[in-house]
């Protein structure tokens, strides 16, 4: 099991990049449609750094069977990155409400629940 700390420089630099990128853009760039496809790209970037730190301090609080690795640390605070995303979008169009997001949300928790049932029937000790 990877450390917490193993994981602060890819979570910086991510943040700094989405969060860096995200700030320049809203202030400089008008709403058209490139603008707004690298919002979407950049708070992906800002959110899977933003929780990478806290799904590596989850995982190392709550332990499983098998452990898991930093590659499903990572594959799990991109799930929220791509939640913020796909939220932000959908509230672009007007149509985000709150019985959408918690489906979208459970949606999300089933498919990693899934993936990381698949990792424990494959698991050797």
């Known amino acids: 099991m990877p450390s917490i700390v193993s994981f602060l420089p890819?979570?910086?630099g991510?943040?700094?990049?989405?969060?860096?990128?995200?700030a320049a853009l809203v202030i400089t760039t008008l709403p058209t449609v490139g603008?707004?496809?690298?919002f979407?790209?950049?708070?992906v970037l800002a959110l899977t750094g933003t929780a990478l730190p806290v799904m590596a301090f989850l995982n190392r609080?709550?332990?499983?069977?098998?452990?898991?690795?930093?590659?499903?640390?990572?594959?799990?605070?991109l799930w929220v990155g791509v939640y913020g995303a796909t939220l932000?979008?959908?509230?672009?169009?007007?149509?985000?409400?709150p019985t959408?997001?918690?489906?979208l949300a459970a949606g999300l928790v089933l498919i990693e629940?899934?993936?990381r049932l698949s990792e424990k029937s494959q698991w050797k000790p």
């Not at 991510?14 to 995200?22: C, E, F, K, S, T």
């Not at 932000?88 to 409400?97: F, H, P, S």
């Not at 959408?100 to 489906?103: D, E, I, K, Y």
């Open 10 to 12: 890819l979570a910086f």
């Open 14 to 22: 991510l943040m700094i990049i989405g969060w860096g990128g995200l």
């Open 35 to 38: 603008p707004r496809w690298l």
């Open 40 to 43: 979407f790209f950049l708070a």
């Open 61 to 77: 609080r709550f332990l499983s069977t098998p452990p898991p690795s930093a590659a499903v640390i990572v594959r799990q605070a």
């Open 88 to 97: 932000a979008w959908l509230q672009m169009g007007q149509v985000l409400a």
């Open 100 to 103: 959408l997001a918690f489906l």
């Open 113 to 115: 629940f899934l993936l």
